[in-house]
């Protein structure tokens, strides 16, 4: 479906075969989050930014690849929210709430359209795809960028990241211990041990970015600091995203 809906845009600027090549290699790298870019030139799709039927279709692929297959096969078999596991519940909760605040905050901080903004929010999440020159994002929009890539996407999907089941039980932990409340989400108790293991995750990755942030800085000392923030998160969270400063770089 992705493939058919693509094609239908890159049969306008290539020939039917390479055209059917095209979209069939961009399908699946959008479903398994890898973000090849086939273009070349570094462009990615940034000749395609304002085309709503390539970005609403790249993005549909991101984020289904993105849930998870447990998700998937849950949301299959009982169609009903209120019937999903607390698995499928956290993760799409939480993957809409990043979704949404990614677009407005990346809107908010960056002279894009709106359609810009939420793919990049999405794409941000682990795919890679870019249709804005992210060299030329300010640094509020950067740090957004790499805090949505820190995060990526759910267990036992395509994408990488700490994960949004290990963000909802971080949050909902901190929320019970706030209001003096035993941690619990959709009716269900979160035992201790399952926030030990999340906030063993997220501290020892935030440990491995500080430490490669570090070295960048001292191997690198004339890119930028967001530059290599970005760069860095990009490669933890096996996003792809990067400001252009890739190809210029001795490590």
């Known amino acids: 479906m992705g493939a058919f809906l693509s094609f239908l845009v890159f049969s306008r600027d290539y020939p039917p075969v390479r055209a059917l090549g095209i979209s069939l290699f961009h399908s699946v790298a959008a479903f398994n989050n890898s973000g090849f870019d086939i273009m070349g030139g570094l462009r990615n799709l940034i000749p395609y930014q ?25 949301i299959s078999k009982k169609r009903r929210f209120k019937k999903l596991t607390l698995h499928s519940k956290a993760v799409i909760v939480t993957s809409l709430i990043l979704l949404a605040v990614g677009t407005v905050l990346i809107r908010l901080t960056e002279d894009i359209t709106w359609l810009g903004a939420f793919f990049t929010s999405v794409s941000a999440r682990t795919a890679g795809f870019s249709t804005y020159p992210l060299g030329d ?58 926030f030990y293991k999340a906030a063993i995750v997220t501290s020892l990755s935030a440990l491995v970015v500080c430490l490669g942030i570090f070295l960048m800085c001292i191997l690198e000392p004339g890119i930028p600091f967001e530059d290599i923030l970005l760069e860095i998160t990009s490669a933890f969270g096996t996003v792809g995203l990067s400001t252009g400063i890739t190809p210029g770089c001795r490590l």
């Open 50 to 74: 304002d085309d709503v039927l390539l970005n609403l279709t790249t993005a549909g692929l991101i984020i289904f690849g993105g849930l998870g297959f447990l998700v998937i096969m849950d």
């Open 137 to 194: 994002f300010t640094t509020a929009g950067i740090l957004t960028v790499s805090v949505l890539m820190f995060i990526g996407a759910s267990p036992g999907s395509t994408g990488g990241g700490i994960k949004t089941s290990t963000l909802f039980t971080l949050f909902h932990t901190i929320k019970g211990a706030a209001t003096n409340e035993e941690p619990h989400a959709f009716h269900y108790r979160i035992p201790q041990v399952v």
